[in-house]
């Protein structure tokens, strides 16, 4: 069916790229945009680099202007959150719906829609500990969280991350650099140890640990110290107390998978299941972003989350080509990045399942690579500081090609030129 309407809800990075292709690829009817935070659609990665070091102001986050969306007769309803939605039934008004949905803020604001698209995104997973609520105790998800952290990050001089991630480590990366003390706990015996191979995790710790951080592995947490205002401490189950002004807890985020759920839609532990086409157990309905569970997008059957811009960019063009009736699968090869003070993470392809690592180059120079392997085959790369790895890899994997691992730790020639056919 040709859609009158369409409702995007979540005003993110997602639901941005959803409405923009819509638009690029000739639909012309009703668009909307509906978010719960008071901003319209702005990049989140600065929020834990430049942003939260100062070099960065709240105009350069936005993803768009307000003029762009204007232009485009794109109507983006700011600070409402969608409470309810549904398909068919009858609406206030007493008008049959049909095969119309409605979704009903929280302003009891009505919107009516033909096509849905859903964006989410995700939220910061809590720390039950007690004393979570102590003044300090933050999370960094939104630029709200971010005001927050900024606006206690000067007088602050002991800073403590929760949580050896992504997020984590470029706060604390961000903390050492402004001079501060930095300490961070992780549970696991290594950093990163989700994302990234042994290898890497390890160089990370070795390379904090050499900028002045104090890396924890195995940190049991027993409570937080301090009051309401503000947090003191943080109590280790040994009973060890470790001083803090900051507490930045970054242990990893849920999918936001409640309208989802409302719909009636296969959710699974919070994150809404799509097909390669981002289409949702009910095909008129498409989802994309940190919120959604999909096929993995190389291949081999598996389901994977991918909380990236990569994917939130990608996935939602294939999500507005399914709104509009195309059916083009999503096969882009997934990419990242994390800035930590001046080291540059970048890692291409997905490394689960891999059952061989080859390092290129020397860790200790904070310029190498960490190639992954299953069954011979080339399925991704970390890098560190270094850019022509990076692309080569991404390159031999969006053209299924591979490199054979008994060449790649070979410095002395390029990567790209041992690039082969797969
Ligand atoms: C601090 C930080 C640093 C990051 N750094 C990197 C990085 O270096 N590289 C990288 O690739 N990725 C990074 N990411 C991840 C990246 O930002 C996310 O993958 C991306 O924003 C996902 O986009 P999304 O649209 O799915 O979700 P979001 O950007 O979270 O947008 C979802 C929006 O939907 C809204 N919403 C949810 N439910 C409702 C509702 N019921 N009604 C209305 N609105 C609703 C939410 O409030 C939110 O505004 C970072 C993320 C954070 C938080």
Same mark, same amino acid.
């Given at each position: ?98 095969? $119309? &949905?409605?979704? =009903? ?6 919107? +009516? #829609?033909? *096509?849905? @698209? ?92 050499? $900028? &002045?951080?104090? =890396? ?6 027993? +409570? #937080?110290? *301090?009051? @309401? ?194």
């Amino acid at each position: 069916m040709a859609h009158e309407s369409i409702l995007i809800v979540g005003a993110g990075q997602a639901g941005m790229q959803i409405a923009v292709t819509l638009r690029e690829d000739g639909y012309e009817g009703e668009l909307t945009i509906v978010g719960e935070e008071p901003h319209g659609p702005y990049q989140r990665p600065p929020l834990s680099k430049a942003y939260l070091a100062g070099d960065a102001d709240v105009e350069s986050l936005e993803l768009r202007s307000p003029l762009f969306y204007v232009e485009r007769k794109i109507v983006v309803i700011t600070d409402e959150k969608v409470e309810s939605i549904s398909f068919g039934g009858t609406a206030s008004d007493g008008s049959d719906l049909g095969e $119309r &949905g409605v979704a =009903v803020t929280s302003t009891g604001r009505e919107l +009516h #829609f033909t *096509g849905l @698209a859903l964006a989410p995104g995700s939220t910061p997973r809590r720390l039950p500990l007690p004393g979570a609520d102590f003044g300090g105790v933050l999370y960094l998800r939104d630029l709200a969280d971010a005001d927050i952290l900024r606006s206690r990050w000067g007088a602050a001089q002991n800073v403590v991350v929760v949580g050896g991630g992504f997020i984590g480590l470029e706060v604390a990366a961000g903390a050492r650099k402004a001079g501060k003390t930095v300490t961070v706990l992780e549970a696991a015996d290594r950093l990163i140890a989700r994302a990234v191979s042994a290898e890497t995790s390890e160089f990370f710790r070795q390379a904090h640990e050499r $900028r &002045g951080t104090s =890396v924890r592995l195995g940190a049991q947490l027993s +409570h #937080f110290v *301090g009051d @309401a205002d503000q947090v003191t401490g943080v109590q280790l189950a040994d009973g060890e107390v470790i001083p803090a002004d900051i507490v930045l807890v970054g242990i990893g985020v849920i999918a936001r998978g409640e309208l989802a759920e409302q719909l009636g839609l296969e959710v699974i532990n919070g994150a809404i299941v799509v097909d390669e086409f981002a289409r949702t157990s009910d095909h008129r309905v498409v989802a994309a972003g940190d919120a959604v569970l999909l096929p993995h997008p190389l291949g081999g059957g598996t389901q994977v989350r991918l909380e990236s811009v990569q994917n939130a960019v990608d996935q939602s063009r294939i999500a507005a080509a399914s709104l509009l009736g195309k059916s083009e699968p999503y096969h882009a090869v997934p990419w990242f990045w994390s800035d930590q003070a001046d080291l540059k993470l970048q890692i291409a392809g997905l490394s689960t399942g891999y059952d061989q690592t080859v390092v290129r180059g020397n860790p200790d120079d904070e310029k190498f690579s960490v190639l992954y392997f299953r069954e011979g085959r080339l399925i991704a790369i970390d890098t560190v500081n270094d850019a022509p790895d990076y692309m080569a890899v991404r390159r031999a994997l969006g053209d299924g090609q591979t490199i054979d691992p008994a060449t790649a730790a070979d410095t002395s020639v390029k990567l790209k030129t041992l690039v082969i056919d797969a």
